[in-house]
């Protein structure tokens, strides 16, 4: 275990449900990251968290809305997506943002919006 | 329990050494391996695995992955400054919708002048 964990494992949705994703790390981190790893596609940063603060937003559709409540709890709210966005989420955190830190990744949360 | 294993976990080298960074793994239901370099923002991928024996070459870089003793091995070769980064290996295992992604801790490079 890389002390980075993820709820639900496996999550199938469909367009029109309301539904989220937790993360959390005992890790003593202070950055926490959402990625989305879509078939065929390269890893693609999706926010980043620094101290509780949101420091990154890649361009990510409002359907996707995060909440960072303290540092060691990350989560991703989702609400009418699409059938693309059925992807692998994951979630990772490292001492901070923008340092060159090992980035501990969690198990990830598999997503099928129907 | 799935696992990935690197080594070594930090090493510095000489501009225009050659390294070879290891990857290990246990995995149900083996689909890829992957390799990332993780400079200051996200890990931007470096190479997808699934074939045993073929090797994936991009400029300096290059890998290959062995099934049957479950490893992978990256190379650099004529290292430059900017390779310094942590090289992250991941492997994705299970079947359909139950697959996932495990990572490694990462391999720190430091490459000085």
């Known amino acids: 275990e890389t002390g980075v964990t993820q709820t639900p494992r496996h999550l199938v949705m469909g367009m029109t449900n309301k539904k989220s994703l937790k993360c959390e790390q005992h890790l003593g981190h202070n950055a926490m990251y959402w990625y989305k790893q879509s078939a065929k596609k390269p890893l693609e940063l999706m926010f980043v968290y620094n101290f509780k603060e949101q420091t990154e937003n890649n361009s990510v559709p409002s359907r996707f809305s995060p909440e960072c409540p303290n540092s060691s709890h990350l989560f991703l709210h989702l609400h009418t997506l699409q059938p693309e966005d059925s992807a692998l989420y994951l979630c990772a955190s490292s001492p901070s943002a923008g340092s060159t830190d090992t980035q501990y990744f969690g198990p990830g949360t598999r997503l099928t919006v129907l | ?113």
């Not at chain 2, 696992?3 to 000489?14: A, G, I, N």
Request: charged residues 20%; aromatic residues 8%.
């Open chain 2, 1 to 113: 329990e799935d696992k990935v294993v690197q080594s070594p976990l930090s090493l510095v080298v000489h501009e225009g050494d050659t390294v070879t960074l290891n990857c290990s793994y246990e995995v149900t239901n083996f689909r890829s391996l992957l390799w990332y370099k993780q400079e200051k923002k996200a890990p931007t991928f470096l190479f997808m695995l699934t074939s045993s024996g073929i090797e994936k070459k991009s400029g300096r870089l290059s890998s290959i992955l062995d099934k049957k003793e479950l490893f992978s091995i990256l190379n650099i070769t004529a290292t430059q400054t900017g390779d310094s980064a942590i090289y992250l290996c991941a492997v994705e295992g299970g079947t359909g919708t139950a697959s996932k992604l495990t990572f490694g801790t990462g391999t720190r490079l430091q490459v000085t002048l």
